[in-house]
Antibody, heavy 120, light 107 residues
């Protein structure tokens, strides 16, 4: 069974940092591109970062570029999101999502999310 | 960046009825459009990709159509578990992948 389990969400002050983790199981993680997608309270979905299966391609949304860093460790079946210089508008549930191998850009499995709250 | 506009924002229907949700792209995305369902408190779930291809395990009452800039998600006979928020997403021109703002399907 495919599982994605996020962790690391917390309450953090503006300007602070946080590292999110997503542990994958039930599939060959090495073969899959991964994304982070967030959802602010009561709002829609926002894609924020992508990493290819071999970390050769990495992309960010403009809203997080220069502040967030996506990475992965295929030996640990995990993808990470390092978040620096956090702002109130970064408050959201953060999901990791697996892209299908059939169609680039489509996410067929999602974790349950981890809540990040940025507030003083 | 491609902007996706979903309509209506909220759709009120009864169980057993048919629901039609729309998604319009600011420029052509060919058939590179997906639909996701999000129930309250849950993660999104992939329903449709390639504009009309049902994902694994998705019931046949869900169907997608359209290409270019106009897309439709149809749910033929609403079940209680279908009341949720639905998002379209384009993956034709990326980054960024972009989502519509969602349509809430309510009783």
């Amino acid at each position: 069974e495919v599982q994605l389990v996020e962790s690391g969400g917390d309450l953090v002050e503006p300007g602070g940092s946080l590292r999110l983790s997503c542990a994958a199981s039930g599939f060959n993680f090495n073969n899959y591109n991964m994304n982070w997608v967030r959802q602010a309270p009561g709002k829609g979905l926002e894609w924020i970062a992508y990493i290819s299966f071999n970390s050769a391609m990495i992309y960010y949304a403009d809203s997080v570029k220069g502040r967030f860093t996506i990475s992965r460790d295929n030996a640990k079946n995990s993808v990470y999101l390092q978040m620096n210089s956090l702002r109130a508008e970064d408050t959201a549930v953060y999901y990791c999502a697996r892209n299908t191998t059939l169609v680039r850009g489509v996410s067929d499995y999602w974790g349950q999310g981890t809540l990040v709250t940025v507030s003083s | 960046e491609i902007v996706l506009t979903q309509s209506p924002a909220t759709l009120s229907v009864s169980p057993g009825e048919r629901a039609t949700l729309s998604c319009r792209a600011s420029q052509s995305v060919s058939s590179n459009l997906a639909w996701y369902q999000q129930r309250p408190g849950q993660a999104p779930r992939l329903l449709i990709y390639g504009a009309y291809i049902r994902a694994t395990g998705i019931p046949a009452r869900f169907s997608g159509s359209g290409s270019g800039t106009e897309f439709t998600l149809t749910i033929s006979s609403l079940q209680s578990e279908d009341f949720a928020v639905y998002y379209c997403q384009q993956y034709n021109n990326w980054p960024p992948y972009t989502f519509g703002q969602g349509t809430k399907l309510e009783i």
